[in-house]
Nanobody, 123 residues
Framework: QVQLVESGGGLVQAGGSLRLSCAAS????????MGWFRQAPGKERDFVAA????????TYADSLRGRFTISRDNAKNTVYLQMNSLKPEDTAVYFC????????????????WGQGTQVTVSS
């Protein structure tokens, strides 16, 4: 079993950047495909990005491609989400996820979820 802890959220002005981190413990991160989801108030949880265990394959929500970048450092057991040109509509709780399956956009594919970190983008 793996435990996931997100960090790096906060308040930022529109146009700014944040980098989220997800630290894993319990098992080597290299065993898992990793990803990020987000949930805005009153809305469903949405897929953001995912990265394969090796880092060789990434996938993004179409609307976020080009602004968000997912990466991983298996030696540090950490996954990152670099978010640039942030918009107020990016305000949400961001969740780190892990899967023993191939990565994808469906939430049911991911076995482990962190507690989330709040990102607030002011206009």
């Amino acid at each position: 079993q793996v435990q996931l802890v997100e960090s790096g959220g906060g308040l930022v002005q529109a146009g700014g950047s944040l980098r989220l981190s997800c630290a894993a413990s319990g098992r080597p991160l290299s065993s898992y495909g990793m990803g990020w989801f987000r949930q805005a108030p009153g809305k469903e949880r949405d897929f953001v990005a995912a990265i394969s265990w090796s880092g060789g394959t990434t996938t993004y929500a179409d609307s976020l491609r080009g602004r968000f970048t997912i990466s991983r450092d298996n030696a540090k057991n950490t996954v990152y989400l670099q978010m640039n040109s942030l918009k107020p509509e990016d305000t949400a709780v961001y969740f780190c996820v892990a899967s023993l399956l191939a990565i994808g956009r469906g939430a049911s594919r991911y076995d482990y979820w962190g507690q989330g970190t709040q990102v607030t983008v002011s206009s």
